[in-house]
């Protein structure tokens, strides 16, 4: 059967970043120049080693950051421009979930509700469904800091998640999760794409992004390095090596 990339003829662009440079401190760039384009339905992997640039990427594509030059449009909306229509765009899930960390889980995920305008009888259905999927529902009367990190891990995906966005952009969003939630997660991925979504998740783990990822960018010291399947990337590099050699080949030549 044709999947929905092959109907769409796999040119329908959800992410464009467009020569996105960005240097925290002068003379140093942490993003050199960055271009990609991510496809709508994918999901993509956005590779390299600690320090790479995935965060500072992530960062800038949901307006936390801005670049120094260059811009990033959302489903057309570029996010220095026309912020609050393009966060309106997707949902974010950021590396580190210790966050509000004095509200109980049910004050967390009302909270988003409310920003995200969602109607009381939705809300708590949508709040039901995650919070059980993920396995937290018990816990949403305690407050997210007596959470475990995992626990916190969760009720943030359920937050990012309420609104049901159409784009997901996830920052090593398998990280702290135990082997169920993880495994649920990466189904929830896959289900959402094939539902004519789009998935941009960063991971440093390649059998994730391997076993998931329609498409892979690299980026190594701030520069992309590969963007492509995983198919082309053992092509283009020496085929009989294993996916972990190709990756540290790739992201240490690059100087
Ligand atoms: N707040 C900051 N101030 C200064 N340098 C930073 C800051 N955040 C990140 N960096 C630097 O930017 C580079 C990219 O970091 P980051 O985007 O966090 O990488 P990754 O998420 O791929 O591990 C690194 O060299 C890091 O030291
Ligand atoms: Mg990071």
């Not at 960055?34 to 080693?49: Q, S, T, V, Y």
């Not at 049901?164 to 997660?185: A, Q, V, Y």
């Amino acid at each position: 059967m044709e999947s929905y990339l092959e109907s769409k003829g796999r040119d329908f662009v959800m992410i464009k970043i467009e020569n996105v440079s960005k240097s925290y401190v002068k003379d140093k760039k942490s993003i050199d120049d960055l271009n990609l384009e991510i496809r709508d339905g994918e999901i993509f992997g956005f590779l390299g080693p600690n320090g790479a640039g995935k965060t500072t990427t992530i960062k800038m594509i949901t307006g936390i950051l801005n670049p120094d030059e260059g811009d990033i449009l959302i489903d057309g909306k570029s996010i220095t421009k026309e912020p609050i229509e393009a966060k309106r765009k997707f949902g974010f899930v950021p590396d580190s979930p210790d966050m509000f960390l004095k509200l109980k889980g049910i004050e967390y995920l009302n909270f988003l509700a409310d920003i995200y305008e969602l109607p009381n009888e939705k809300r708590k259905e949508r709040i039901e469904e995650l919070t059980k999927k993920f396995e937290i529902y018990d816990n949403l009367n305690s407050e997210i800091q007596s959470y475990s990190h995992g626990m916190r891990q969760k009720v943030v995906i359920c937050g990012a998640l309420l609104n049901n966005p159409k784009n997901w952009i996830l920052d090593e969003p398998m990280t702290g999760l135990d082997p169920k939630s993880s495994h649920d997660l990466k189904e929830m991925m896959r289900k959402h794409c094939n539902n004519q979504n789009t998935v941009f998740f960063s991971t440093h783990v390649l059998e994730v992004a391997e076993k998931l990822c329609d498409r892979v960018g690299i980026i190594n010291k701030g520069k992309l390095v590969f963007v492509g399947t995983f198919e082309e990337m053992k092509n283009k590099f020496k085929e009989n090596k294993s996916l972990e050699d190709l990756f540290l080949e790739i992201t240490e030549n690059e100087e």
